[in-house]
């Protein structure tokens, strides 16, 4: 593993040439950014009940 790793930043990339397969995995995000749900909507039903986090010792 690279050190930029480590700190959470990105090692590599690859770089797509084949309009086809861009164009597949742009319509891919966007289906996912249309089928989620508000941020506010998701955290009053999934986080604002939740009990608040317990710190123990190790």
Known sequence: ??????????GEGWRWLDPQLIAHGQAFIESLYHDGEP????????VAPLQPPRLTAR
């Open 1 to 10: 593993m690279l050190a930029a790793e480590l700190q959470g930043a990105l």
């Open 39 to 46: 941020l506010d909507v998701f955290f009053a039903r999934a």
